[in-house]
């Protein structure tokens, strides 16, 4: 019997030099984004005396930076070039990392923070896009799990990164590690030479507000706002509030257990989601997220300040996937890509304003007041769900 | 004729590619009969890989768009946002009183054969629909 095509064709290989590149690549410079965000704020109150609301909006304008980046690269991205676009914005992590060192005050670090902020968003967006175009088609599902779990990496090993270098060899220690991981990329870049695209010209700025946001994602995009305003507090402030505790250890672990149950909670959440509907997995998720967060507010020891990460992880990451699908799910075909970025953009912003926000507040209630308050204001993203969102998102059973 | 709706499960595999060709083929037996192609656009989480994937889903569906204008029948392109391919499709298949499932044996899933289980859950899931799977290596 003659052999078919199926049978000829050889098997396209995911695991190649540049895919595996790409996602280290991604894995790096996602650890040293959060490693660095961990203890910005910490830094700032401690060598420059910053009051708790300002070293909250140094530690998030980085967050405002990305985002800057993302809105701005993702449309200019295949005019200048992707793999381009790579190189300089690694080039600048490592510039930026390298700034870090120089003692120039507060502004100063406060302007190096944006700018770091936006080289992370323009080399998060290009790696991104790179790798996700080189994935063979048979493989794509599997690939993209793959490289997006280089983002779960990056945001449990990060933090843990941060924290325990800075305990062990100081703040300047860490700051070493980070430039070193920059230069790491750099290096790597060196032998990553994915094929290159076809380049488009810029086709010009949006003329109007409906461009840039999808109205149907605002509802769910405000959930998610508040449900990150929440959580920027813990990736702020929990090393502060850990050296006040005395849980340094159990701390610097917390982002590990978050994104284990994380992880293992988005294995079945999303089949659950498909299958019986949103309601089904928002409103525990919302119940998780709460109780999560008041245990990290009352921790007084490390077990249960690693429950509350282990609850946070597991309603957090659902809240923020499945909010996603819902925005998506919303939106009109043409206008999906729009949705994504509205969502983005109003979880962002909860991310970013969020320290600025509750800093103020650290000083009148301290960080275990701020954490219960959170747990009440994710309890108000759940009210708002439910009267907003959730009667449309009932699954009619199947015929 | 049985047949009054077809949902074509695409993803741009060489086996989706024929299941187009399947579809289109049953459909020409009445003019009437509407094929709704879907393409699952998984939703992974945070990060500039969505950006990525919805701007590749984007491409295929316009793609899809263009070939079945050639296609005298009515025909609809749909993006099925979620996680689960299987879920979503009868899901679809049933919001939208479909009477065929056509669809590749694998898929751009994975390499172990992530839409062969696809496909397989449809099949064994299926509760009103008739399923009709194109092999990748069939001359359709």
């Known amino acids: 019997m003659a052999q078919t095509d199926a049978q000829t064709k050889p098997k396209p290989k995911l695991w190649t030099?540049?895919?595996?590149?790409?996602?280290?690549?991604?894995?790096?410079?996602?650890?040293?984004?959060?490693?660095?965000?961990?203890?910005?704020?910490?830094?700032?109150?401690?060598?420059?005396?910053?009051?708790?609301?300002?070293?909250?909006?140094?530690?998030?304008?980085?967050?405002?930076?990305?985002?800057?980046?993302?809105?701005?690269?993702?449309g200019i991205l295949d005019s200048i070039g992707r793999r381009r676009m790579l190189v300089i914005a690694v080039v600048a992590e490592c510039v930026m990392s390298a700034l870090y060192f120089l003692d120039l005050g507060l502004a100063f670090l406060f302007v190096i923070r944006i700018l770091h902020g936006i080289s992370y968003g323009a080399a998060s967006i290009a790696v991104s896009t790179i790798v996700t175009s080189i994935i063979p088609e048979e493989c794509k599902g599997e690939g993209v799990g793959y490289f997006m779990l280089s983002n779960t990496l990056g945001t449990a090993i990060g933090p843990f990164m941060g924290m325990a270098i800075s305990q062990a060899v100081g703040i300047r220690g860490l700051f070493a590690v980070c430039l070193a991981i920059a230069f790491i990329c750099l290096a790597s870049l060196l032998w990553f030479k994915p094929p290159r695209e076809e380049r488009k010209p810029f086709s010009g700025g949006a003329a109007h507000l409906r461009d840039f946001i999808e109205p149907t994602a605002i509802p769910i995009g405000i959930v998610a706002c508040l449900v990150f305003f929440g959580y920027?507090?813990?990736?702020?402030?929990?090393?502060?509030?850990?050296?006040?505790?005395?849980?340094?250890?159990?701390?610097?672990?917390?982002?590990?257990?978050?994104?284990?149950?994380?992880?293992?909670?988005?294995?079945?959440?999303?089949?659950?989601?498909?299958?019986?509907?949103?309601?089904?997995?928002?409103?525990?998720?919302?119940?998780?997220?709460?109780?999560?967060?008041?245990?990290?507010?009352?921790?007084?020891?490390?077990?249960?300040?690693?429950?509350?990460?282990?609850?946070?992880?597991?309603?957090?990451?659902?809240?923020?996937?499945?909010?996603?699908?819902?925005?998506?799910?919303?939106?009109?075909?043409?206008?999906?890509?729009?949705?994504?970025?509205?969502?983005?953009?109003?979880?962002?912003?909860?991310?970013?304003?969020?320290?600025?926000?509750?800093?103020?507040?650290?000083?009148?209630?301290?960080?275990?007041?701020?954490?219960?308050?959170?747990?009440?204001?994710?309890?108000?993203?759940?009210v708002f769900y439910l009267v907003v969102i959730a009667k449309g998102q009932v699954k009619t059973k199947r015929a | 004729m049985w047949c009054k709706r077809i949902l074509l499960a695409y993803d741009g595999s060489a086996a989706s590619k024929n299941a187009l060709k399947l579809a289109v083929d049953v459909a020409k037996q009445d003019q009437d009969i509407e094929i709704l192609?879907?393409?699952?656009?998984?939703?992974?989480?945070?990060?500039?890989?969505?950006?990525?994937?919805?701007?590749?889903?984007?491409?295929?569906?316009?793609?899809?768009?263009?070939?079945l204008a050639q296609v005298p029948n009515p025909t609809r392109v749909e993006l099925l946002r979620g996680d689960s391919p299987a879920d979503l499709l009868l899901s679809c298949a049933a919001d939208n009183e479909c009477d065929l499932i056509v669809m590749g044996s694998r898929g751009v899933g994975g390499a172990k054969g992530y839409l062969g289980s696809v496909s397989y859950a449809v099949v064994q899931r299926s509760e009103k629909c008739a399923v009709l799977i194109a092999k990748e290596g069939m001359h359709a």
Not at chain 1, 257 to 270: D, E, K, Q, V
Not at chain 2, 37 to 64: F, M, N, P, T
């Open chain 2, 37 to 67: 192609a879907a393409h699952i656009l998984k939703v992974y989480g945070a990060g500039a890989a969505q950006d990525s994937i919805i701007r590749q889903a984007e491409a295929l569906a316009d793609d899809l768009e263009k070939q």
């Open chain 1, 232 to 382: 920027a507090s813990i990736l702020t402030f929990l090393s502060s509030y850990a050296e006040q505790v005395g849980i340094q250890t159990a701390a610097s672990f917390f982002f590990v257990a978050y994104a284990i149950t994380m992880f293992i909670s988005r294995l079945f959440t999303g089949k659950i989601f498909d299958r019986r509907g949103a309601n089904v997995v928002m409103i525990p998720a919302f119940v998780l997220a709460i109780v999560g967060m008041a245990a990290v507010g009352l921790a007084f020891n490390g077990a249960i300040l690693l429950l509350g990460a282990a609850l946070l992880g597991a309603g957090i990451g659902t809240l923020q996937s499945c909010g996603l699908t819902i925005a998506l799910q919303k939106a009109s075909v043409r206008r999906i890509s729009l949705a994504n970025s509205t969502y983005y953009v109003l979880m962002d912003g909860g991310v970013g304003l969020g320290p600025v926000l509750l800093g103020a507040f650290v000083p009148l209630v301290g960080y275990s007041g701020v954490y219960l308050a959170m747990a009440g204001l994710i309890g108000i993203a759940m």
């Open chain 1, 17 to 74: 030099r540049d895919f595996i590149i790409g996602a280290g690549i991604n894995f790096l410079i996602m650890a040293n984004y959060f490693a660095l965000m961990v203890i910005t704020a910490d830094y700032a109150m401690e060598e420059y005396g910053a009051p708790a609301s300002f070293a909250g909006l140094v530690a998030s304008i980085f967050i405002v930076g990305a985002l800057i980046a993302r809105l701005v690269g993702g």
